[in-house]
């Protein structure tokens, strides 16, 4: 079994460990909507806007600086790559029918499980693997400010009790 110990994280790589902070944090949100009995369509509503602010960029970001530094054929592009595609795929379906809750469930897990494989493994075999000069130029790139868009949207639906899940506006 290979050793999947963190490294130091490069500085081109923490901005994008910073966000994988508030991608977690959106499964969490998820999964205490779904816990707390909120109606589905107030979470896919919360989703949908948090992947257009931030995810969306974010995935982009990765594909564009990160992942095309390794070959085509790597394995672990490959995976990052896949698991993109099927995250695209199910906010797409998210967006088409916003009651479902094992969809936002499926999103939840197939989200923290791709995070989880960027740290452990990904980011690692990225700092492995490309040149010094490449992350310095990656190491420009800004964080997403995920914690203003927050600000941006008022059903705070995760903080709420139970009982006071039905939100009027």
Do not use: C
């Amino acid at each position: 079994m290979e050793n999947h110990t963190p490294l130091k994280r490069h500085r081109a790589i923490i901005s994008f460990s910073k966000d994988h902070h508030f991608g977690l944090l959106l499964v969490w949100k998820i999964k205490e909507g779904i816990k707390k009995s909120v109606s589905p369509e107030r979470i896919s509503k919360y989703v949908l806007f948090f992947f257009k602010e931030d995810l969306e960029k974010h995935f982009k970001e990765e594909e564009q600086l990160l992942f095309i530094k390794l070959p085509v054929n790597d394995i672990l592009r490959k995976q990052a790559e896949a698991d993109h595609y099927i995250i695209y795929k199910l906010i797409d379906e998210i967006g088409k029918n916003m009651n479902d809750i094992p969809l936002l469930d499926q999103l939840a897990d197939t989200l923290e499980k791709h995070i989880r494989f960027e740290e452990r493994e990904l980011f690692n075999h990225l700092q492995n693997n490309i040149h010094a000069e490449d992350l310095e130029i990656i190491a420009t790139r800004l964080a997403n400010n995920s914690n203003e868009i927050d600000e941006k949207w008022e059903d705070v639906f995760w903080e709420i009790k139970k009982q006071e899940n039905e939100y009027s506006g």
